[in-house]
Nanobody
Framework: QVQLVESGGALAQPGGSLRLSCAAS????????MSWLRQAPGKGLEWVSG????????GYSDSVKGRFTISRDNTKNTLYLQMNSLNVEDTALYYC???WGVGNDRGQGTQVTVSS
């Protein structure tokens, strides 16, 4: 069965950086596009970024473009999200998900809190 386990969430200061990781198992990771999603307190699930199965194409929401970078290592079945220039609006539970978009399998999430 599909298993996605996120890690790397933490408390960060505005302007700081974090790197999230997602360990995937139970499916052929290298054959799937992957996404990062997030859900802020009191808000709906938001697509943050996506990457093609071979890493050749990436996409970002307007709210994170230029600050976040998605990547993957298909030899390690791992997805990453490098987050720079964090601001308080980035506070959310971050999920990795199979596929491109919000309507797919996702993990339990890792909490990112940006606060001074």
């Amino acid at each position: 069965q599909v298993q996605l386990v996120e890690s790397g969430g933490a408390l960060a200061q505005p302007g700081g950086s974090l790197r999230l990781s997602c360990a995937a198992s139970g499916f052929t990771f290298s054959a799937y596009s992957m996404s990062w999603l997030r859900q802020a307190p009191g808000k709906g699930l938001e697509w943050v970024s996506g990457i093609y199965s071979d890493g050749s194409v990436t996409g970002y929401s307007d709210s994170v473009k230029g600050r976040f970078t998605i990547s993957r290592d298909n030899t390690k079945n791992t997805l990453y999200l490098q987050m720079n220039s964090l601001n308080v609006e980035d506070t959310a539970l971050y999920y990795c998900a199979s596929g491109w978009g919000v309507g797919n399998d996702r993990g339990q999430g890792t909490q990112v809190t940006v606060s001074s």
